[in-house]
């Protein structure tokens, strides 16, 4: 399963589980795109290249809303003591995810459908 198949179960999944629930999902997340494109996706994104891949805008009392960096199940993030992995992106990724949270959002990797299910059960 590709990341961007990730991204529309789990837009099934939210829209038959919770279709009050308002969200967003990042269409350029795992395409390739042309020069042009991506040139043009980087402006308009202010040249951040790690936003997360969905937004779920529900506020629960701790949290203004929900953003999940999404993976394939089998990807790392981690490593067995807990530290990132030392893939650039994956970093960046984080960082966006930790300025985020301090902005008062709940913001997390989510690695599969299975993690997905249980984030989302907490959080909303």
Excluded: C
């Excluded at 805008?57 to 929900?66: D, I, K, Q, R, V």
């Excluded at 992106?89 to 930790?98: M, N």
Aim: a neutral charge; zero cysteines; hydrophobic letters at 40%.
């Amino acid at each position: 399963m590709t990341e961007s198949d990730l991204q529309i179960q789990v837009a099934n999944y939210l829209r038959t589980q919770y279709p009050d629930i308002v969200f967003h999902s990042d269409f350029g997340s795992g395409i390739k795109l042309t020069m042009g494109q991506a040139v043009k996706q980087k402006r308009q994104n202010g040249s951040r290249r790690a936003w997360p891949d969905m937004f779920i805008a529900e506020p629960n009392g701790a949290y203004h809303g929900l953003f999940l960096e999404l993976k394939r199940d089998g990807v790392k993030v981690h490593k067995k003591n807990g530290e990132l992995v030392a893939d650039k992106h994956i970093r960046e990724q984080a960082e966006i995810l930790d300025l985020l949270q301090h902005k008062g959002y709940e913001a997390r990797f989510a690695i599969g459908f299975d993690e997905l299910l249980v984030l989302t059960k907490q959080s909303l």
